[in-house]
């Protein structure tokens, strides 16, 4: 859109004539009306207010020109100012632990497994077992050991905000022990877990074990791969189990089927078992977990 012209308000007189050549019926001059003078412009010393505010404003811009002049120059940030800094934060703010924080990540992700069973009148269900699982694949797949839910006739699973429901069994891997659940109902905002590949896996890794040993919960115990490529039979002599990671964060019953994590909160392993020379089922300080790979592959999922 073009803007339209800008005029002048102003009246411009017409040019006088040439001498000697009248203008002829042009209308004879009207006499001027004389106009009053402009008032005279009041001058800001006058106005007792403009003066005390232009005092004020001097008086400002000097003392703040006597502050700059006073004050020395900024000095640059050295490295022992940023370290004085960072121990300063690290002293007065606590971090949470490695083990803490890869709880964090991961807890989302794990669930509660029992297995109920018929009672003698048929009717009631009772309770056969409790044990652990991991969400692998958002829409409910959750992996668990087969032992955990071997011979139940319902499979009930909660969630870490605490939703319950029913699960069925898809798939089992029993030279893994494993069982794969598919949950009938899930979370609005349900969150799968990460799996890492064990390729680099070492001992000495950190790693924390997740789940509900004797059914408290959840809970998480802290400690480090101390070896791989593991066998271990069940004490039932059903299963050779091979290829395990060996660990020694804390696990009892009822931590069969949660994961083993690292410390940035990523899985590898399903926690299945654990090594009692004793007829006590309680940990004396080796585990055994099945390496995510092959846990994945129940499921039909080749990640690496």
Not at 128 to 148: F, R
Not at 180 to 186: D, E, F, G, S, T
């Amino acid at each position: 859109m073009r803007r339209p012209a800008l005029y002048s308000s102003a009246s411009h007189a017409r040019p006088a004539p040439p001498d000697g050549d009248a203008a002829p019926n042009l209308p004879p001059p009207t006499e001027a009306v004389p106009t009053a003078p402009p008032p005279p412009r009041k001058r800001w010393w006058s106005d007792p207010r403009l003066l005390w505010a232009s005092i004020v404003l001097l008086a400002a811009a000097a003392l703040g020109a006597g502050t700059l002049a006073l004050r020395p120059g900024a000095r640059s940030l050295t490295q022992k100012d940023i370290d004085a800094a960072v121990m300063r934060t690290l002293e007065t703010n606590v971090l949470p632990s490695p083990a803490a924080k890869a709880y964090a990540a991961i807890i989302p992700s794990v669930v509660r497994v029992m297995g109920f069973v018929k009672g003698k009148d048929g009717k009631q269900d009772v309770e056969q077992g409790v044990g652990t699982g991991v969400v692998i694949v958002d829409k409910g797949i959750i992996l668990t050991n087969l032992h955990v839910v071997s011979g139940a006739q319902t499979i009930k699973v909660t969630f870490s905000d605490g939703m319950e429901t029913t699960a069925s069994v898809t798939g089992v891997q029993p030279e893994n022990d494993l069982a794969v659940l598919q949950a009938h109902k899930i979370p609005d905002d349900m969150i799968a877990a990460t799996m890492r590949s064990t390729a680099d896996l070492m001992p000495g890794d950190q790693v924390v074990a997740v789940g509900f040993p004797f059914g408290i919960g959840p809970s998480t115990s802290a400690g480090v791969v101390s070896g791989l490529g593991r066998s271990f039979r069940s004490p039932e002599g059903k299963n050779m189990l091979t290829n395990l990671i060996q660990f020694d964060a804390a696990a009892n019953p009822g931590n069969s089927g949660g994961p083993l994590v690292t410390m940035d909160g990523q899985v590898v392993g399903i926690v299945t078992a654990i090594l009692n020379p004793t007829q006590q089922r309680t940990f004396l300080g080796i585990g055994f977990a099945v390496p995510i790979e092959n846990a994945a592959s129940a499921v039909g999922l080749h990640p690496f």
